[in-house]
């Protein structure tokens, strides 16, 4: 049961909200003593949506309130007034049009810069030199902080260690450096800190990008699939609590769950699995019972421990924001469409510069799933591009606790029609963790 609830605790994601609050429309005019009938936005499906007609008295000062049918028109299921509400009820900065389904991939990499492609040596070293030093930086403020400043430090070591994964993450791509050999190296030891085996993950993340937002073929996150919900109440107990409250740490049981067992690779990948476990093996080996010996149990804890869950806050955080919201819908493969994945089911986020900085713009998203050769320090200029010939189609946001509380309370169980169905909807007596974040979360955005 144990390996049951990780594998559905991290083949998907989302949050919940019964509904979302959708902004009003401006009401209608008419006369007194009459019922206005005016649409309202529940759940936005890929382009369609779903509209519930909702009666709303008017009362009059002096006598009886009779029932007359008033059509009021609704607004274009492709409207702009429709997608800025939305927007806004989801914590969005834009939700994009529809992309139309003859554009390819092709056509939107065509429109790139070829500049943004290109490697550049002297770029990929000064972003290994920011996060040794950021790093480094996080270890003597661990070592010189007063308790109660501690939090700080471990918040800034864990971003800067966020870094580490990003340089790795290039060098999946092949995007760090011309020499593939110092690729695999480089990454490879930039993965050490967090424990993280290279070749697992990148054989994985090379689905993610292949297959995004595709129904149980995408590697990342995914919703709930109905039947997993219900197979068991132990389980569904685990998926409320893995899904709702402890969602910023998930990518934890994705980290356990996918990278360390051989039967989830093919053959021919087993060997290069191998290596890698082998030298994460090796550091958990020499790197831990040396920092213990040095500091102690409480000193691993305080040095390693607590910024490494600030790096998989940071994992879960960035990897939900980027493919997971009410209105982007997951597809079965016969409907999938990969122009229409990579760019309408892509969130662009804007996060405090520091962060920027420290994770190498990989929030700078979109561009990264046009073409993943794109190195992180060009992913600006590609973003500008994308926004300058197909920016009506993209999906921005600035990182708020709306959006945050609208993933965490709203993207649940798959749904074909809805995308996603909340859990307080399935199973409200089972949801309590739902319902303390609904009420607890701020609603800023």
Sequence with gaps: MASRIADSLFAFTGPQQCLPRVPKLASARVSPGVYAVRPIDLLLKGSTHRRRRCVVPVKRRIGCIKAVAVPVAPPSADS??????????YGFKQIG?????????????DTLPKEVFEI??????????????SYTL???????SPWYLLPLAWAWTGTAITGFFVIGHDCAHKSFSKNKLVEDIVGTLAFLPLVYPYEPWRFKHDRHHAKTNMLVHDTAWQPVPPEEFDSSPVLRKAIIFGYGPIRPWLSIAHWVNWHFNLKKFRASEVNRVKISLACVFAFMAV????????????GWVKFWLMPWL??????STFTMVHHTAPHIPFKPADEWNAAQAQLNGTVHCDYPSWIEILCHDINVHIPHHISPRIPSYNLRAAHDSIQENWGKYTNLATWNWRLMKTIMTICHVYDKEENYIPFDRLAPEESQPITFLKKAMPDYA
């Design 287 to 298: 790197g831990w019972p040396l920092i213990i010996y040095k500091v102690g149990i409480l």
């Design 138 to 144: 996080g270890l003597f403020m661990i070592a010189k």
């Design 310 to 315: 600030g790096y998989h806050f940071w994992m």
């Design 120 to 133: 550049d040596d002297v770029k990929a070293w000064k972003s290994v030199l920011i996060s040794v030093t």
């Design 97 to 109: 049009e529809d992309l139309p389904g003859n554009v390819t991939l092709k056509d939107i990499m």
């Design 80 to 89: 702009a007034e429709e997608r800025e509400q939305l927007a806004d009820s």
